[in-house]
Each structure stands twice: as structure tokens, then as C-alpha cells.
């Protein structure tokens, strides 16, 4: 039995009975300790010691793969709780761990001395949450009941009639806070949500036999959360198909979209457009979209256009962070502008500090810039058992109210919108001692249609700026025929006159986009291989990890800079 205030953790798959677990630890008071499914077996470790856990839930999948290796490194463990329905066998399980199926925990729950409990206290931690960190050892994040439903009110009230009739598609990391507290606002509002995966979400899925029906299809959503990388891809298979249709029906679709886009920006709708070029593409993720929220990482000013044009329904930018319980801010449904993320929620406060070293003031004309701080109830307890860690990022202003240290760049704009124009940890001062923005050299870059993803570099004892980039096949291999050169993906990425020739692209887009002479890559390393999170080279958010891609590319940093 489970004293209250006695952390319980969760590793655990996106699925229905995740929210159940978690459901039920915030009514008994069990902190619930949440960690990514895709952290190393090293990092989970290190979080499940930390908070002492006795008890963990989790799926067969993840205790046979991931759990079984480390059992032996988390000597308090006593007991495993498996939410499959019943299973036929355990895997043998090392020193009287004690395993027990969901159907067998809910029995003695239901037991009538067992049901009382006390309500927890708004100040009580709800979740101790593993942050990815693009850094380093994860940091769990205490968040208090009190923070979640700040945050949890300041998001639903953007997100106009919120009703039981909405239907909401689940399928990124509920360990996340974006899901988690996505997910919350519709158990709130009363919301039907259904469970999917990546690789199960569209026709088009990897998972997905050809001319079967993927979960967009099958269930039709109204609601949906993705981060931007999700709606790249649909934005790049969609465009594929459109370079591949008939002169005319081309034609068609870049009138239909130029069209639209003029009328979107005088307020006016296209019914006609929808129905008849629209409707097959909006028909991607089941045809009855109508909020997509974003969150997560900056998303394209091509995509989120695209998205709003062909998809037919609004884009809400958010942003928040683990820290301040996800809430931020989230633009209005109705604002079409891009690249902004809206303003601050109803739970929040935020006001921007000056960065000298940057070079970001509140006074800048026409618009304040500076570190984004974001303050309110929404902001959380701390990072467990790191004070250190606390002191640099959180702190009380004189009136009681906390406020949290984002390290983002922002600039407000004469409505009250924000936007993200830079991150602190990205600066690099070059030999000649000129800043260089990385996160900005990608965002730039990230928009040529030829590069699927890039993570730009520069070493402070160089002059320049290198980058390691991972180019859109399909491009890729048009760009090899056009200047003849044949193979495989692999032998492409590695012949140097393609480089040459992507580099001269990638050049050609820096100066359209007005970036300084100093911030244009000037050589690069193409890779065949894609950067997900089993590669260990980006989050679970996709955001990249700058150290372990460094050390990845060692070998090719060193050529670059004409080392060995």
C-alpha cells in the first residue's frame, strides 16, 4: 500500500490507461514521476533513484526492452505494475521485484478499506517530470497541482468552444508536458480523446499497410497537437505529390493557393477552394480539423501558411515550457500572421530582461526584445533535489509571484504578440569576435526545400560557421541527376561536388533571408541518415542535441576546420 506524498513513476507508451494511472495518483496524492520512453537506460536510471521510487507502471513492451537492463542499477524498486490486459507470461524478473497487472491493482483497489484518501493540497506536487535536456543529466520538474490547473485554464481559454463533442487525437509522449497538459484540458472540458502513434497516424504511415486506413482517417479528429516536425513532413509529402501532378492540375493548385492566401489575409474564407482542391489534402488527417495547436519548437512560416490554406483550419503557435507547466502563451485562433506565438495567457505574466551580451534591450525600436521571463501560477515548484539548478532559473518577485528564466530571445510586437526571435545558449562569439545566432542560422536555412533538417556549428578559436545537414532525398537525388551523378543515398551525400552544389543553395537561400556574411555556412557535411530520438542526436521534441551531435560529427568538425 502507497503512503500519499510517496512518488510513483510511469514509463509508459501513449495510451489510455496512462491518463488513468495518472488520474488516479493525483486523487490519492501519489506524485507521479514521468520519464521519456526514449531516455538511455543511464538517464532513466538516474531519474528513477533520485525520486526513490518503490512502485513503477509500465507496459510489457517497455519492461522486456528498455526496464529488464537496469533493474539491477535500482535497488529500491519493489514492485512492477503492467497496464497490458492479461498477459500470458512475465519475462523472469531479477531479485524479488514483485509484478502485477492493471486488472489485479484496480481488485484491491476496489476493496472498501482501501478507498479513503485525503484531497491533495494546491501546493502538493501532481508531477516530478523528466525534462529531455538538450543538455546533459535530465532535470525532474516538480509541478503542484496548482500549477496545472493555472495552466491547464490559461490554454483551454484559446481554444474557442471546447465542448463534448470535439474529438482530440493523442499520439505524442504523454511525458511531455505539451500532451499532458493537452490532453487534461479535454478530459475537462469533456472531450473525447483517442489513442494513436507516429508511425500510425496518417494513411501514409510507416506502420500502415499500404491501402489501409490510418488513425487520422479512422477516428476523424477535431482537435490535435503536433510539433512542428509532424507538419513538415505532411507539408513535404503534400508537395511532393503536387510537383508530380499534370500541368494543369498544378496550375490549379497554385492558383486555388495563392488565391486563398490573399482572401485569408482580408479576412475572408474560400468555401468553393475548400471544397474542391482543399478537401483532398484536409482529408490527410480525417477531414474534420478545426484547432491544430502547435508547440514544441518554432514552426515554419511555410508550414504553418500551408497548413492554414490547405488544411483548412487555423494554426495555434504556443509556447511554454516544461517549467512554467507548458502554458506561455498561444495565438489566437483567428490571427493568420506567422512566425509569432501569440499572447500571454491568462495564467501568465511576461516581461523581457535585457541581454547585454547579445545585444537585446527592452528600449529596442521598433520593438522590445529581450530574455522572455515568464511569471504566474502556472510557473512550478522547482527541479528536485537541485538547488543549484533553482537559484539560476527560478525566482519571487516581491509581490509572492513566481517568475521562471526562460533563456529565450523574444521580441513583443504593438499588439501584445510575441515572438521567438533567438535562444542565449546559441551564441557563439566567432574568432573576430562577432556573435553568431545558431538556432537563428537553422530557422533561416530550415526553410529551403532541400533540407529536411541542419545544425549549424562554429568554434570560437574560427572564423566561420560550419553545418552538418540532412538533406530531403527526394530533392537530393533530383539534384544529383541534374548535375549526373549516380548511387546510393549514401554515396551521393558523400560526393563533394554535390556538396559543393548544396552548399551554393544553401548560400543563395542565407542571402535571400538577409543573413549576415559572417552567419552563412561556409562548409558543410551532408547526412544520409535522419536524426530521430533512437539516434540519440535530437529530443523526443526533436530539438536538436548540440553536445551529441558534436561528438557524432567529430571527425568531420575537425576536416572542416582543417585539422587532421
Not at 501532481?126 to 520538474?141: C, D, F, L, R, W
Not at 489534402?281 to 515554419?300: D, E, I, M
Not at 540532412?470 to 554535390?498: D, F, H
Request: glycine content about 8%; some cysteine; aromatic content about 8%.
Amino acid at each position: 500500500i502507497q503512503k500519499p506524498q510517496c512518488n510513483i513513476a510511469i514509463f509508459c507508451e501513449t495510451r489510455a490507461e496512462w491518463i488513468v494511472v495518472a488520474q488516479a495518483c493525483f486523487m490519492y496524492n501519489f506524485p507521479l514521476v514521468t520519464l521519456y520512453a526514449t531516455l538511455g537506460p543511464m538517464a532513466i536510471a538516474h531519474g528513477l533513484n533520485e525520486t526513490e521510487v518503490t512502485h513503477i507502471i509500465t507496459s510489457k513492451d517497455l519492461l522486456q526492452s528498455r526496464l529488464k537492463a537496469i533493474l539491477c542499477d535500482v535497488p529500491r524498486l519493489q514492485y512492477v505494475i503492467v497496464v497490458d490486459s492479461k498477459p500470458t507470461s512475465w519475462p523472469d524478473i531479477s531479485r524479488g521485484i514483485m509484478v502485477y497487472s492493471m486488472e489485479a491493482v484496480k481488485e484491491m483497489g476496489s476493496k472498501p478499506d482501501n478507498s479513503e484518501h485525503l484531497q491533495p493540497e494546491p501546493s502538493d506536487i501532481a508531477v516530478i517530470m523528466y525534462t529531455s535536456g538538450s543538455t546533459g543529466i535530465p532535470k525532474g520538474v516538480m509541478i503542484s497541482h496548482g500549477n496545472l490547473i493555472a495552466g491547464i485554464t490559461g490554454m483551454a481559454e484559446r481554444i474557442p468552444n471546447l465542448n463534448e463533442t470535439d474529438t482530440y487525437i493523442g499520439y505524442l509522449p504523454l511525458a511531455h508536458v505539451l500532451e499532458l497538459s493537452a490532453e487534461l484540458v479535454c478530459i475537462s472540458h469533456g472531450c473525447r480523446i483517442g489513442y494513436s502513434s507516429p508511425q500510425t497516424l496518417a494513411d501514409q504511415s510507416t506502420k500502415i499497410k499500404k491501402g489501409s486506413k490510418g488513425d487520422t482517417s479512422v477516428l476523424k479528429p477535431t482537435l490535435m497537437a503536433a510539433v512542428p516536425e509532424i507538419m513538415d513532413r505532411i507539408y513535404k509529402n503534400v508537395m511532393t505529390k503536387v510537383e508530380e501532378m499534370s500541368k494543369f492540375q498544378k496550375t490549379l493548385f497554385v492558383l486555388a493557393y495563392n488565391y486563398k492566401m490573399e482572401q485569408i489575409s482580408k479576412g475572408y474564407g474560400t468555401p468553393l477552394c475548400d471544397s474542391l482542391v482543399f478537401k483532398r489534402v484536409r482529408a490527410l488527417l480525417g477531414g474534420n480539423t478545426r484547432v491544430l495547436l502547435s508547440g514544441g519548437a518554432p514552426l515554419s512560416a511555410a508550414t504553418q501558411r500551408f497548413m492554414n490554406i490547405c488544411l483548412c483550419c487555423p494554426v495555434g503557435q504556443g509556447y511554454g515550457l516544461t517549467e512554467t507547466c507548458g502554458a506561455g502563451t498561444i495565438s489566437e485562433v483567428w490571427d493568420y500572421s506567422t512566425g509569432r506565438v501569440g499572447a500571454p495567457l491568462v495564467c501568465s505574466e511576461i516581461t523581457l530582461k535585457d541581454w547585454e551580451e547579445g545585444g537585446y534591450y527592452s528600449t529596442d525600436k521598433p520593438n522590445p526584445r529581450g530574455e522572455i521571463l515568464i511569471g504566474g501560477p502556472n510557473v512550478t515548484m522547482g527541479y528536485y533535489k537541485n538547488e543549484g539548478k533553482n537559484l539560476e532559473g527560478f525566482y519571487v518577485d516581491e509581490k509572492g509571484q513566481r517568475w521562471f528564466c526562460t533563456g529565450d530571445i523574444g521580441e513583443f510586437h504593438p499588439d501584445g504578440c510575441l515572438k521567438i526571435i533567438d535562444r542565449k545558449k546559441d551564441l557563439v562569439k566567432l574568432q573576430a569576435g562577432e556573435y553568431v545566432s545558431l538556432g537563428k542560422v537553422e530557422a533561416v536555412l530550415k526553410n529551403c526545400p532541400l533540407i529536411d533538417n541542419i545544425c549549424a556549428y562554429a568554434n570560437s578559436d574560427q572564423s566561420y560557421v560550419i553545418s552538418f545537414v540532412v538533406p530531403n532525398q527526394k530533392q537530393l537525388m533530383t539534384l544529383a541527376e541534374q548535375i549526373q551523378v549516380r548511387g546510393t543515398v549514401e554515396e551521393i551525400c558523400n560526393n563533394s561536388q554535390v556538396e559543393k552544389e548544396v552548399l551554393r543553395i544553401i548560400t543563395e537561400a542565407a542571402i535571400s533571408a538577409k543573413l549576415e556574411r559572417f552567419e552563412i555556412p561556409k562548409k558543410i557535411r551532408l547526412s544520409a541518415e535522419p536524426w530521430t530520438p533512437e539516434t540519440g542526436l535530437v529530443t523526443d521534441a526533436f530539438k536538436l542535441k548540440r553536445k551529441e551531435l558534436k561528438t557524432h560529427y567529430q571527425e568531420d568538425i575537425e576536416r572542416m576546420y582543417g585539422g587532421k
